[in-house]
């Protein structure tokens, strides 16, 4: 009788390893990115950045792609002038106001291609543009 076959525990060590750094680096093609998983469209450092001690997340109306856009966004910013003076908080806030289409669009929108709030209150009313209402004040 031979001496029992022990599998080579250090092989096995380096499969292992091996798999989990592929899995962190998102090299194999089966693996997903940040980017892919992250629903913030905007860089790493925004979407880990704490709110202010003591803050809390104010509870929006849902814009799901109907009614007075203006209107949504400047109610919007009412609600969060406890941090507008960042845009970090307000892009973090902003999804949490849509709804429906509107959310849809929004994770739709490129990893990386926002760094403002500008920028992304600007691309939400390019894209809902033809639902800004046009009143007149009428003076007497």
Known sequence: ??????????HKWDEMKN???ELKDGTK???FKFEYVCPYLFNR?????????????PKFNKFMGKGDLLMHVKEFYMHCQEVSYSDVFLMCLFPKSLGGPTL???????YGTIATFGDLSKAFMTQYTHLVETKSVHTK
């Open 1 to 10: 009788m031979g001496a029992p076959v022990i599998p080579c525990i250090n």
């Open 19 to 21: 798999a989990l750094k």
């Open 29 to 31: 093609s089966n693996t």
């Open 45 to 57: 450092a925004i979407a880990i950045t704490p709110f202010p001690k003591h803050f809390e997340i």
């Open 104 to 110: 849809k669009w929004f994770y739709w929108i490129p």
